[in-house]
């Protein structure tokens, strides 16, 4: 019997470990244990997986550089010719990456067409050069026209088609990070007709040539132009501090008919002052397109500065303006609301007028609205917007920044964008 | 029989009891051999998404009694181990030791870098370089707008994070010239639309091209010693890895990740996410297991790698009240980070301390490890955080090698002004004493408020008690108060001690007298 306790109390000591665990260093050695049974691959789930190899296959990536190039494009027609889709060939990966090329052909349920083809060098000169080639062709079978003027009325609401084939050839230099010049040359074909939409009157029938220039011939212009942009903004896709302030300058030249030369000068400035660290930001723009001609010219209407719609005056309908001139003023207080997202409430006002001295803060149309703009990393990529005026209100539905455009070159010259 | 119900009774009372022979355990008990540990990847969007709208892990907020930490000692400490180590807090490192960091002695070497991969697109271009002693080294850089940021952010939290525990890998800033790059053999390249391609030297030259040089036109970099071992992804911030039988503890509920919420706090560490850790697979005798580190610390300290941070810093980016108050007010409402002050030091980034406030500090989306976040895990973090000295800092902060003066001086006093502000809001919530220790017969405690001047020293109550360690029930000892022990026999005892000015705040320090001797074995806080 006495040799009995000091084995039953060796049992217990010996058994405490294995069964309970006596010490701190057993207890986690149990649960190791525990877990060492039970041990499998450490995995992701399905969900994850997929998000996963999304970025490790740069899916997205491949998505929007298609199949070898290749990829659908969705949209980028003028503002009222219906939804439109066609193919796109991309490569930004030529020569090294040093040429970009690309070509589309969009056809919207509207009728209208749009091609076009476009080489660009961004890199020459070790950056500080880009050379771009522009070639398009746009078959527009619907654009809205209510006549020549500011007391245009909104009942005068027609449609025209326009046909236009353009090459430009587009050379920038880099002054500094801050400073751009550059200058274009292009050859630009013209043809106007009758618009499709049979909810509006055609043009034709209801303006004659003297109140809409140029709408019963077609003519070819040789433009070339001069443009100057200085652009400290802090982000170009999502500005919240600087400024942008563009210019260009373009002589167009009629080749065929010899009476619809003019001159147009471009001006666009764009200032963002932040507050409370850029969650708040007071965004201003003013745009004004003035042209002038020589005696006894005129200016075909297709080619005249147009006002309304979703980046200038938003409470009325795309194009609902048209004079040889034009100023918009837009003040925009962009509030965030979290990381992806802004609010927005604007005030818009601008007019269309005659003659160049009548740039001045008079008679002015204005709208007024609210929007909200999604954004991934800064950039815009859905804004909606809704603007009242006393015409109205309009809701728009984009995918850009409210005063983005491109930097200069041919989108300034054409009729539409 | 009598034997017989000795032997049933042993193990059962020692099942119950409280504390063990040896504890506190100071260290992790050795690891065991990890057999299969493959990489695996997580997915930031993921992870973002997952822990924004999604509930990963166990969350204290839908428990009824919330879960203190684990993987703890009886003193409240992380075990030393895989996880973390203790350093600054517990043993004074010195100036030296503190700007030396993980390592410190062997920066790339002079002579030829043969570069053996790089990466032209993400956050910030970079390479992965062997230097002429064969280490191999990843090579990040700052961005053209900010020169120096990103490179002194990872310099200086790299440092802290070290010295208060955290594996971190080696890194160094290096300046070098071009000629000093050499492109290794068969190296590829990831084209801007994802296709690989043979590098060649106009890739060097591209990626060089977007990172800004010093005055004298050489370029500054982070130089990372590849960490020793096998990369096997990244830890999360909740539950275990699968295929590591040391991983025991889930993260959400270990304290050395539930208390980096005070310390990313301090530095700003706002991209505070699973995939900037990560786990590295190492052999030591013979055997293998998973040590896990922290990484990519050039998101912190004002810097968002490739840009300043945001103003957003310190807030999620989504949030339904905020955004919601936001937006019905049309932006009348401002949340109190919109209002910070940034001076301009484009080689600090966006970084202050007048409107920083530790107890409203969250990263960009939820985490559930900062969550589940108690006042003693907090308190644990703040006791590291406040450890360094004034002194300290502004040697660490050297090792940022920021070239502007003035810049190093914001940084240093935004450091200090920061790490007193998590002092003062920790402190307060529990009973702000550590260092428990028997002296002279007196019970002995650091009252680290006092000790640091926040404010002066907490009056407290001290009641003694005898502790059964098998029942786990103290017994009040009728008349035994004040820091004199009372006279012990063998076994456990127990002073609780409770604030004058908020009852609620206790610690209840545990003392084994055994052979003579008496040791503090274990603490536990109230508040």
Avoid at chain 1, 245 to 267: A, G
Avoid at chain 2, 281 to 307: C, M, N, P, W
Avoid at chain 2, 461 to 488: C, E, H, Y
Wanted: charged content about 25%.
């Amino acid at each position: 019997m006495a040799r009995s306790v000091p084995f039953a109390l060796l049992m217990s000591i010996l058994l405490v470990p294995a069964v309970f665990g006596q010490t701190r260093e057993a207890e986690i050695e149990a649960a190791r244990s525990a877990k060492e049974k039970v041990l499998a691959p450490e995995t992701v789930t399905k969900a994850e997986q997929v998000l996963r190899d999304i970025k490790d296959q740069k899916v997205l990536e491949r998505l929007s550089t298609g199949f070898h190039g290749l990829r659908p494009k969705i949209g980028n027609m003028v503002t009222g010719a219906g939804f439109a889709l066609g193919p796109e060939f991309y490569r930004a990966d030529l020569l090294r990456e040093h040429l970009e090329f690309r070509t589309s052909a969009g056809f919207s349920f509207g009728g209208s067409q749009k091609y076009e083809i476009e080489a660009r060098f961004p890199k020459l000169a070790s950056e500080r050069l880009e050379l771009e080639f522009v070639g398009s062709h746009r078959n527009y079978a619907r654009l809205g026209y209510y006549g020549q003027g500011p007391d245009s009325l909104k009942i005068d609401r027609t449609n025209y088609r326009m046909e236009d084939t353009s090459f430009d050839a587009i050379v920038t230099t880099r002054v500094n990070g801050k400073i751009w010049l550059g200058a274009s040359l292009g050859k630009f074909y013209s043809n106007p007709g009758p618009g499709n939409d049979r909810r509006y009157i055609s043009t034709e029938r209801k303006f004659t040539a003297a109140q809409a220039p140029g709408i019963d011939i077609a003519t070819n212009y040789i433009r070339p132009s001069i443009f100057a942009q200085l652009d400290y903004r802090n982000d170009p896709l999502g500005p919240k501090a600087g400024g942008n302030y563009v210019m260009q300058y373009s002589w167009n030249d009629d080749r065929k008919l010899n009476q619809y030369d003019f001159r147009r000068l471009d001006i666009d400035l764009q200032q963002y002052i932040p507050f409370f660290n850029r969650t708040r930001i007071i965004a201003l723009r003013a745009k004004t397109i003035l042209t002038d001609t020589d005696r006894n010219e005129s200016i075909p209407f297709y080619l005249q500065p147009v006002l309304g719609g979703s980046d200038d005056l938003r409470g009325f309908r795309p194009f609902r303006f048209t004079d040889r001139n034009m100023v918009v003023y837009n003040a925009e207080y962009r509030f965030e609301v979290f990381a992806g997202l802004d609010g927005a409430v604007f005030a818009d006002a601008g007019k269309v007028f005659p003659r160049r001295g009548m740039l001045n803060f008079r008679d002015l149309e204005g709208s007024v609205g609210f929007g909200l703009r999604f954004n991934v990393k800064n950039a815009t990529f859905l804004r909606i917007d809704t603007g009242f005026s006393h015409e109205g209100f309009q809701v728009w539905f984009k995918f850009n920044d409210v005063f983005n455009q491109r930097r200069f070159g041919t989108s300034t010259g054409q009729p539409v964008y | 029989m009598r034997y017989l119900w000795t032997l049933v009774l042993i193990p059962l009372s020692l099942a119950g009891q409280r504390f063990y022979a040896d504890d506190p355990l100071e260290f992790e008990p050795k690891p065991r051999n990890v057999p299969m540990a493959a990489n695996r990847k997580l997915s930031d969007y993921y992870d973002l998404f997952s822990n924004q709208f999604g509930r990963p892990g166990e969350r204290n907020s839908e428990l009824g009694e919330p879960t203190r930490a684990k993987g703890v000692s009886t003193l409240g400490e992380p075990m030393q181990g895989a996880w973390w180590m203790k350093r600054h807090y517990y043993k004074r490192m010195s100036l030296e030791a503190l700007q030396l960091g993980a390592g410190g002695r062997t920066p790339p070497s002079e002579g030829k870098w043969t570069i053996v991969s790089a990466k032209n697109e993400g956050v910030t271009p970079g390479f992965t370089v062997v230097d002429g002693a064969k280490r191999m080294f990843f090579v990040k850089f700052d961005p053209m707008s900010n020169p120096e940021m990103a490179t002194a952010a990872d310099a200086v939290t790299g440092r802290l994070f070290h010295a208060m525990g955290y594996h971190v890998p080696d890194n160094y800033i290096v300046y070098f010239s071009e000629e000093r790059l050499e492109i290794g053999k068969d190296v590829k390249i990831t084209g801007m639309l994802g296709k690989k391609r043979p590098m060649v030297w106009a890739d060097v030259e591209e990626i060089l091209r977007k990172v800004p040089k010093t005055a004298d036109g050489k370029y500054r970099a982070t130089a990372s010693l590849a960490l020793p071992g096998k990369p096997i992804g990244p830890p999360r911030y909740f539950g275990t890895r699968a295929d590591d039988p040391n991983d025991v503890v889930p993260h959400e509920h270990r304290r050395d990740y539930r208390g980096l919420h005070v310390i990313d706090a301090w530095l700003d560490h706002d991209d505070s996410r699973a995939i900037n850790n990560i786990d590295i697979l190492v052999k030591e005798g013979g055997a293998q297991y998973i040590r896990h580190y922290q990484l990519d610390f050039g998101s912190t300290l004002g810097s968002a790698t490739a840009k300043a941070n945001s103003a957003r810093s310190g807030t999620y980016f989504f949030s339904w009240k905020e955004s919601a108050a936001q937006l019905f007010t049309l932006g009348l409402y401002v949340p109190y980070w919109a209002k910070a002050d940034y001076p301009k030091f484009e080689s600090i980034g966006k970084f202050e301390y007048k409107v920083f406030d530790p107890e409203r500090w969250v990263p960009e989306y939820p985490n559930v490890a900062f969550l589940n976040r108690l006042p003693d895990d907090e308190f644990w973090a703040a006791k590291q955080v406040t450890a360094f000295t004034d002194e300290e800092l502004k040697a660490i902060v050297a090792k940022g090698e920021l070239s502007d003066a003035k810049a190093a001086e914001w940084l240093w006093r935004c450091l200090v002004e920061r790490r007193n502000k998590i002092g003062r809001a920790y402190f307060t919530k529990v009973l702000p004493f550590d260092e428990f220790r028997v002296e002279g017969g007196e019970l002995r405690w650091t009252d680290l408020p006092a000790k640091l001047g926040y404010w002066g020293e907490t009056a407290v109550d001290v009641q003694w008690s005898s502790f059964d360690n098998g029942a786990g029930r103290k017994s009040p000892i009728a008349g035994q108060s004040g820091t004199k022990l009372p006279a012990m026999r063998e076994g456990y005892w127990c002073a609780t001690l409770t604030s004058r000015s908020k009852k609620t705040q206790t610690i209840d320090v545990y003392l084994r007298y055994s052979g003579g001797e008496t040791a503090v074995v274990g603490i536990d806080r109230t508040w």
